[in-house]
């Protein structure tokens, strides 16, 4: 009984002091990252991803720096998809057999476990959430998203594993993606076969970029499929929704979409839809520069896109600024020196984030501060403080890994 007891104690200060631990946060520190800091967090979040893999293939979703905190039973697979990505992303910057085998172990779990054809709608694959694993959806369903982000996965594995998915599964994940799209170009947001099948209900933020993403992939592939056109249309449906308005969504997914497309494709592009797809990244940019904080009496906000705290706010704009200065806007353009001015503070935030001790290194916490607990849901907030999920360490090693391609390129 009392070794129990001191092992409980152990563990409280174990989380206690990896807490501490991320409260030393200097503004007057934020200047540009340090390669090696980089390099670094990249080998931590790297790590972490690697070690929370399951034999199985699924992830660890969530643990809590407090080791008595409740955590709540929850699976989705788009962030799965999404965490195969960045980790395909850290082996092509420092391969490994072991870092591999975790990536095709997660890989084939989403190929066995939620890659399934389309009831009556022959020949598509779709990424189906399913209510046992989810723990949060009443219907069996295939959303958009699930299946633009398995198609970015599965794609990005064949560059260092040739076939590990066939071409015609592939294709047909495609398929349903053209499928989804609608004759203006935006989509239907999920596939629910006991709803009748399509369904638009309710519209995601991400899930149109994501989706446009997964089939630029799938065009570098096989350039005579329709997937090109169709990420393009979507595109323009989203830059035409926004167009004139000035405060528009974050949307770091239809940034990466929209740099994609112009690193392979400018040249099949003509003027004006090169003016559309730079002006609205410009919008975006804007509206996620106006979000950042730089008050330096608040030390642990510093620097950040999130007002409360909350990193992976701050990891997803990063992924879509370094994305638009690296392929989306000239260096003339006003916007671009605007956004090379503030991504070092956001990226030197994020870094001071992480989690560097045992038994959590490599760890991205939900945020960096409390917020008042009196405040409309405060209390909750606070309780997830110190969450992590798998999407928060996968967004910052992508961020990690975009800021110092660009800003310390390989020679």
């Keep these: 009984m009392l070794l129990n007891v001191i092992s409980k104690k152990v563990k409280i200060l174990l989380g206690i002091a990896v807490v ?20 670094k967090a990249i080998e931590f979040s790297t790590a972490y991803m690697q070690k929370h893999t399951r034999n ?20 989705n697979i788009l962030r799965h998809g999404g965490s195969i990505y960045s980790m395909t992303m850290a082996y092509e910057n ?46 069996f369903q295939a959303k958009l998203g699930g299946t633009g982000l398995g198609l970015v996965a599965l794609l990005s594995i064949e560059k260092f594993e040739p076939g590990f998915t066939p071409l015609a599964d592939l294709q047909k994940m495609g398929q349903f993606i053209v499928f989804m799209q609608k004759r203006h170009g935006g989509f239907y947001t999920k596939y629910i076969p006991a709803e009748g099948g399509l369904w638009d209900e309710w519209e995601s933020l991400y899930y149109p970029g994501e989706a446009a993403l997964g089939l630029l992939l799938l065009h570098e592939k096989d350039p005579k499929g329709p997937w ?42 003509t003027p004006e839809e090169i003016e559309m797809l730079q002006h609205h990244a410009a919008q975006i940019c804007d509206t996620i520069l106006r979000s950042q904080v730089l008050d330096k009496q608040s030390p642990k906000t510093y620097g950040g896109y999130d007002i409360d705290g909350r990193t992976t706010p701050t990891a997803t704009r990063l992924e879509g600024l370094l994305a638009s200065i690296s392929d989306i806007l000239p260096s003339d353009h ?25 038994p959590f290194v490599g760890a991205i916490p939900r945020a960096t501060i409390t917020v008042d607990p009196f405040r409309p849901g405060g209390h909750p907030f606070n309780l997830r403080k110190d969450e992590v999920r798998i999407d928060y360490v996968q967004h910052a090693l992508s961020a990690f890994i975009q800021y110092r391609d660009y800003y310390h390129p390989k020679k």
């Design 94 to 139: 420092q391969p490994s057999p072991a870092l591999k085998e975790s990536i095709l172990r997660a890989a084939t779990y989403l190929k066995e476990e939620a890659l399934w054809s389309v009831p009556f709608q022959k020949p598509m694959l779709a990424v189906w959430s399913r209510p046992e694993v989810n723990k949060a959806e009443i219907e």
């Design 56 to 75: 199985n293939g699924m992830f660890v979703y969530t643990i809590h720096l407090d080791p008595q905190a409740l955590i709540y039973d929850e699976y």
């Design 20 to 39: 501490l631990s991320l409260t030393h946060m200097n503004p007057a520190k934020a200047a540009s990252p340090k390669l090696d800091d980089l390099n």
């Design 228 to 269: 090109r056109k169709t990420a393009l249309d979507a595109l323009a449906y989203l830059a035409g929704q926004r167009k004139g308005h000035s405060d528009v969504p974050a949307d770091h997914w239809a940034l990466l979409a929209t740099a994609k497309l112009m690193r392979e494709s400018k040249s099949s592009l």
């Design 334 to 358: 006003p916007m671009h020196a605007k956004v090379k001015k503030s991504v070092p503070l956001a990226t030197q935030y994020l870094l001071q984030s992480q989690v560097t001790t045992e």
